[in-house]
């Protein structure tokens, strides 16, 4: 569809599971910063197989979606009202939301603004604090653009660049890969989003985000989880968060920033929540 940004219009592709129409039952993922909405297969069929309607839309700049034109655009401001457009294609009252990282962070904005949309939200591995240390972290691998001569080289790369995401399988690696690459302009592989979207982190130290004001907004059920070992979702944060009555928290074993929502347990975590009676 197309999407009316400060540059222009872009095309947003997402990738949708389950029945057509779900109108108490549908449910938007979105992805973290480098990633894509295909990250979220495993649990966008489990949940359809229970008759959810699950939308995972390719942020602008990554998979199918366009690049914009202005790397400033990059922002905040541009995804809150890409997900606001799309949620209007979607003719429904209410979604849930699930949030990897900067999807959590989205779907936290949007929810502190009144008059929104969302019933429920999930926030994977990311709060209303993030410290500079793991954006820098980030920093040192977003917006790079290299070149693979094929998926194999691919994968290798995504097991060291996401090695806290957990102990994947090899089909749940390689099907990462095969959605995080493309052929490009020279025959080779290169990653399926705008290296410009690494600009914030380049020629400046990171600083911490603190959005504590806009937690305070949040009055909807959350569900937040946090891998164990994460650098971004630090356990102070989440002890923080959950003393609002509203907010849950679970502590996913064995990986850091972020659990990748591909195993049995967190993808029942989640059904859970989502099915629950608040």
């Excluded at 602008?60 to 979606?65: A, Y």
């Excluded at 929502?261 to 009676?277: P, R, S």
Aim: proline fraction near 6%; aromatic fraction near 10%; charged fraction near 25%.
């Amino acid at each position: 569809m197309p999407v009316l940004g400060p540059g222009g219009f872009f095309r947003l592709a997402w990738t949708e599971w389950g029945p057509e129409k779900a109108p108490e039952k549908t449910v938007v993922c979105v992805h973290g910063l480098t990633r894509n909405g295909r990250d979220f297969d495993a649990l966008a069929r489990a949940l359809a197989e229970e008759g959810w309607r699950v939308v995972c839309p390719d942020m602008p700049g990554r998979g199918r979606s366009d690049w914009l034109h202005r790397a400033d655009d990059y922002s905040y401001p541009v995804y809150t009202q890409t997900v606001a457009a799309l949620y209007a294609r979607l003719d429904v009252a209410k979604v849930d939301w699930i949030g990897t990282s900067m999807g959590g962070l989205i779907g936290m904005l949007l929810a502190a603004q009144r008059g929104h949309f969302i019933r429920k939200l999930v926030m994977n591995d990311v709060g209303p604090f993030v410290p500079a240390a793991a954006l820098q972290r980030i920093g040192e691998y977003c917006g790079r653009d290299p070149r693979f001569q094929d998926f194999e080289e691919v994968e290798a790369y995504l097991r060291e660049v996401h090695k806290p995401f957990g102990d994947l399988t090899d089909a749940e690696w390689m099907h990462l890969a095969l959605h995080s690459a493309e052929e490009s302009e020279e025959g080779n592989l290169r990653l399926r989003y705008d290296p410009a979207i690494g600009k914030p982190f380049a020629g400046r130290a990171a600083d911490d985000v603190v959005l504590w004001p806009f937690w305070d907004q949040v009055r909807i059920p959350v569900l937040a989880m946090r891998g164990d070992s994460s650098d971004l979702l630090q356990r102070d944060t989440l002890l923080r968060m959950v003393k609002r009555p509203n907010c849950r928290a679970v502590e996913v074993a064995g990986c850091g920033h972020a659990p990748a929502l591909m195993t049995q347990d967190q993808i029942g975590t989640i059904a859970e929540f989502l099915a629950g009676v608040e």
